[in-house]
């Protein structure tokens, strides 16, 4: 998949230089790195998020430099959102432990599993990922993982842009059932659907996609928190539904 802009080709550079600096570290550890997300739907976006596929667990020094080597890509404002996890766990339906970050799990397995199954990722080093890889999620466990997401907003209502734009691709997915769509789009659909936020929804996508923080009068802040309401009771609304 080709970038569309020039902050794509710098997030798409940026890529490789991590994919290089993760193989040094790792070697014959690494089976393989698959992306999603922005960078994969859009061409372009604030970071890189991806999973890393492991044949062995990584050592304590191991763990230190890649640490470091994620380090040095915020530097470049180019934050890899990255998964390490073991490739017996990656063929199991259930959240996998992450190897860099500590007692962490991808509670958002589910919805990562159903993008890759949808063709909606990039393969960066290894084999293709399907079919042995990233099982196919039933709709139970999607919505374990939907539901975390909103604790994760409930918990992070200050990242004003992530959690709306969030908010309205959680929303299409109870009502399409579908979750391999990124922000952008769904920030464009309730911008359709629900005019009446398109204002602080467009707000939030520029915010967003030009990574600076629009969101600096304290009006917002009460706007937020209108829409969160709208939306989490949409979620309701839709979920009595089905």
């Known amino acids: 998949m080709q970038p569309r802009s020039l902050q794509g080709d710098i997030i798409w550079i940026i890529s490789r230089g991590f994919v290089h600096d993760v193989v040094e570290v790792l070697g014959d550890k690494l089976d393989g790195i698959y992306a999603y997300g922005s960078i994969v739907f859009d ?9 890393l596929v492991l044949r062995l667990a990584p050592t304590g020094n191991e763990k230190a430099r890649l640490n470091a080597i ?3 890509y915020k530097l470049f404002c180019c934050e890899v959102d990255a998964h390490y996890i073991m ?13 860099l970050l500590s007692n962490t799990k991808d509670e958002a397995w589910a919805l990562h599993c159903a993008h890759i ?5 990039v393969t960066l080093y290894g084999q293709e990922p399907i079919p042995a890889l990233f099982p196919s999620p039933d709709w139970r466990n999607i ?4 539901d975390y997401e909103i604790r994760y907003i409930e918990k992070n209502g200050d990242q004003y842009a992530y959690c709306i ?3 309205c691709r959680i929303i299409y997915s109870f009502i399409s059932r579908n979750v ?8 464009l659909w309730a911008c359709r659907h629900f005019p009446e936020w398109a204002g602080l929804i467009h707000a939030a996508m520029a915010s967003y996609e030009n990574n600076v923080n629009y969101f600096v009068d304290e009006s917002f802040e009460f706007e937020f928190l209108q829409f969160y309401k709208f939306a989490t009771e949409k979620i309701c609304e839709v979920r009595a539904e089905t």
Do not use: E, T, W
Not at 43 to 50: E, L, M, Q, Y
């Open 70 to 72: 994620h380090a040095k």
């Open 180 to 187: 391999a769509v990124s922000k952008r789009f769904s920030g």
């Open 117 to 121: 199954r949808s063709g909606c990722y």
């Open 87 to 99: 490739l017996k766990d990656a063929r199991n339906s259930l959240p996998p432990k992450s190897y």
């Open 143 to 146: 919505v374990s993982a939907l």
């Open 43 to 51: 061409g372009f976006g604030r970071d890189i998020d991806c999973h």
């Open 165 to 167: 734009l969030n908010l």
